[in-house]
């Protein structure tokens, strides 16, 4: 809606993104400038580099602040610490790099007891997000098979500050065992 100070407009394009974004006529200036500078803030205009813009680029990044402690049959350990490029605008770990660990946990976790001629397709992932975790801060990640069956597998992840012993983020993944088998 313009304002008295604001001409009104039809809808411009503003070059946001290099292939230009449309911005309603509607949508105050004001706004624009601060979601602008709200985007470059977060770097979402950054060019991606050439080293990181290669398939599964995103696991080097998640396994390079992961470092396994123990595996057994149905658990598995891990030391997790939080590095820059894992952290989030506010400084904490970011909740998609908090997703990826937990998936990776888990799908290790899960192939410590379901068979290598089962493929492993995950259904579920669930996460509580119940404290941050900022930059240098090692946290300890544990994984373990709650229930594993012929076409199901469950795995509870919990992720606790190493230090002080808070719990950060609990997960859930539920993964299908393929093939299905046939009753």
Known sequence: MATNDEPPRTSTTVDLISTGTTISKDFPSESLKLLTLFYNGTG???I???EHNIKDSFSNLIGGVLK???IERGKISCLLTVKPPTLNGYGGMHGGAVGAVAER???ACARTV???DKNLFLGELSISYLSASPRNTEVIVDGSVVKSG???T???IEFRHKESGRVAFIARATFYNMPIACL
Do not use: D, H, S, Y
Request: hydrophobic share 60%.
């Open 48 to 50: 991606i580099k050439p």
């Open 68 to 70: 396994v402690i123990t």
């Open 114 to 116: 379901v068979g290598k």
């Open 150 to 152: 012929r076409n199901l």
């Open 154 to 156: 469950v795995v509870a």
């Open 105 to 107: 946990l888990a799908l």
């Open 44 to 46: 979402v205009f950054q």
